[in-house]
């Protein structure tokens, strides 16, 4: 039976868990082969569980030098261009400014930014040759709005607007588009961490609709960007919070 992504490569990172995890199961459930990516060695049995066949897990850490080359490389070598690109990959470090270290502040950009661009860079070399390709990055709510001791993951996902920007730009002509989805949290381990307690129950009242995401959700967004059906949209950053940030 022809489903949406059949014939497809999707390339997803942070594929181990969550967002990442709950993507790529909805493009291996609609067709698409998928090279799942993360540090965490478990992303070898996750993506064994996928639904189809002719997936491919590789451990790696994002940040170490060359990894988003050599990632994209492997992927090519083993199932061809790929079509969709979603980074995913992320940390929450979450200190008061005044006291988050140097450290916490450089791993959250190398993740959050710096191995999102290399992989779109890697990745986007090789769809606009083919003519064809969606890359779409986790941004968050933070990308346009301040949250109290997320300061370096804010200015990471503030980042990732600009460089979606200019990746659209210059990869329009060539039929890949990049867009970046920004959800308020999502009951993942890394939202459930960042927002454990009472500070999240006072958040989910700030919320219009009253609660947290589910990555089902954010990954039905993801998936429309994915599709052939999206192609006029290329540049943006599209908030799925509930009405968080509108208020
Ligand atoms: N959960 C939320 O509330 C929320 C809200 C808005 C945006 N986001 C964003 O969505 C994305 C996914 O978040 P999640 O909630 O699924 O998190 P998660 O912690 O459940 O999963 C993130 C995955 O990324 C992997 N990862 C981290 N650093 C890596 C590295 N250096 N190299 C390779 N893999 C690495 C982790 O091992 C993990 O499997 C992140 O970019 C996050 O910032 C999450």
């Not at 189809?52 to 490389?73: F, S």
Request: proline residues 4%; negative net charge; hydrophobic residues 50%.
């Amino acid at each position: 039976m022809e489903t949406p992504f059949s014939g497809q490569i999707a390339v997803v990172t942070g594929a181990a868990s969550g967002i990442g995890f709950t993507v790529a199961r909805h493009f291996a459930s609609r067709g698409a082969r998928v090279i799942g990516i993360d540090r965490s060695t478990e992303v070898a049995a996750v993506i064994a569980e996928l639904p189809g066949e002719g997936h491919l897990a590789i451990a790696k850490d994002l940040t170490a030098p060359n990894a988003a080359a050599e990632v994209i490389d492997e992927a090519v070598g083993f199932a061809g261009a790929p079509h969709i690109l979603v980074n995913s990959a992320g940390v929450a470090i979450l200190a008061p400014a005044a006291e988050l270290s140097a450290a916490a502040w450089n791993t959250t950009i190398d993740v959050n930014l710096s191995a999102s661009f290399f992989m779109a860079q890697a990745v986007g070399r090789v769809m606009v040759e083919a003519g064809y390709g969606r890359i779409i990055n986790l941004a968050s709510q933070a990308s346009v709005i301040g949250l109290e001791e997320h300061v370096a993951y804010c200015a990471s996902k503030a980042g990732l607007l600009g460089m979606t920007r200019v990746l659209s730009m210059e990869w329009a002509r060539h039929g890949v588009t990049v867009n970046s989805v920004s959800p308020t949290v999502v009951e993942t381990p890394l939202g459930k961490q960042a927002w454990a307690g009472e500070k999240g129950e006072k958040m989910k009242e700030l919320i219009p609709v009253g609660r947290f995401a589910q990555p089902e959700e954010i990954a039905a967004l993801i998936a429309y960007l994915a599709g052939r059906d999206a192609a006029m949209i290329t540049g943006e950053n599209i908030l799925i919070d509930g009405g968080y940030s509108s208020i």
